[in-house]
């Protein structure tokens, strides 16, 4: 509160701001105003500034009469001290401090605080659903999205049929052994069973709307515990005929480094008394006189 001191001859006044919402809050792309009114002040041109502080860092919005950085196309002072952005976007949520300087009043500076929040609608939420899944095992679905503000939470459908968080809660799912996280977008079957069998889908969810991922199917099936036994056996008598064809093989021989059955192949010898004489101007051999038929 200030006091007002009145003298003969003299007052006392002391620059005042207020607004009308210090917590506004409005939708990504849309405008917005940030209310700052000076209640009070006996100066007649005040010096006006805004300032945005986001994650510890201060920046200048208005400043020597004239909209600083990115505002200057999309920002612009109404009725004097309030501040009017036009096409919002997420990186607007901060606090906006209104600064009025009046020299003429004793108390010459006064601030206000404006707690701006931009909405953002969720985007279409990356969901992952197992294909196939036997019966009695776990099954983990997971629903995820990081655009939207405020931060989505999620919930799931099956067959386009809402899951509701507490099974025990609903009938119609107490058979059902799940967990579903709507801040994480986690749906854990701890042991499935044909019933879970369906199509599943996921929505993300916040102030500013929803976004839906498409349907997936969820198959669970039954064990064949038969047929795995018989695969088993199959795979066992292949493996041993395999194994006693092979010894059988070794045992014929067939695996065997092979040998020359014969003897080894020499130049035949020359018959005695013939000398086989090649000449330079015949192709052929020929015989000597001393040949004897």
Request: hydrophobic share 30%; net charge neutral.
């Amino acid at each position: 509160y200030y006091l007002l001191f009145v003298f003969p001859g003299y007052r006392l006044l002391a620059v005042e701001l207020t607004s009308s919402n210090t917590k506004p809050v409005v939708q990504e792309f849309q405008s917005v105003e940030l209310s700052c009114i000076i209640k009070s002040t006996v100066t007649t041109d005040p010096r006006i500034e805004w300032k945005k502080i986001r994650d510890g860092e201060t920046s200048y919005v208005f400043f020597d009469n004239k909209m600083q950085g990115d505002f200057a196309t999309r920002a612009e002072i109404l009725s004097r001290t309030s501040l009017v952005i036009k096409n919002t976007t997420r990186m607007d949520t901060a606090t906006y401090r209104c600064e009025v300087a009046a020299p003429s009043d004793t108390k010459t500076i006064d601030e206000i605080n404006i707690q701006l929040t931009v909405q953002v609608k969720p985007m279409t939420p990356r969901c992952t659903v197992p294909k196939a899944v036997p019966v009695g095992k776990t099954a983990s679905l997971h629903c995820h999205e990081n655009e939207g503000y405020p931060k989505s939470t999620y919930s799931w459908y099956r067959n386009s049929e809402p899951l509701s968080p507490d099974t025990k809660s609903n009938a119609k799912f107490q058979n059902s052994s799940y967990t579903l996280n709507p801040t994480t977008g986690t749906l854990v079957f701890h042991a499935v069973h044909k019933g879970d069998t369906g199509r599943y889908s996921c929505i993300a969810t916040n102030d500013a709307g929803f976004a839906k991922c498409e349907e997936q199917e969820m198959e669970v099936y039954d064990l064949n515990i038969g047929g795995i036994i018989g695969g088993v056996l199959v795979v066992l008598a292949v493996l041993v005929l395999i194994t006693l064809g092979i010894c059988c093989a070794y045992r014929r021989g067939y695996f065997a480094n092979s040998k020359e059955s014969g003897e080894s192949y020499k130049t035949p010898a020359k018959p005695d008394g013939v000398n086989y004489i090649r000449t330079d101007d015949e192709g052929d051999f020929r015989h000597k006189s001393s040949f004897v038929i």
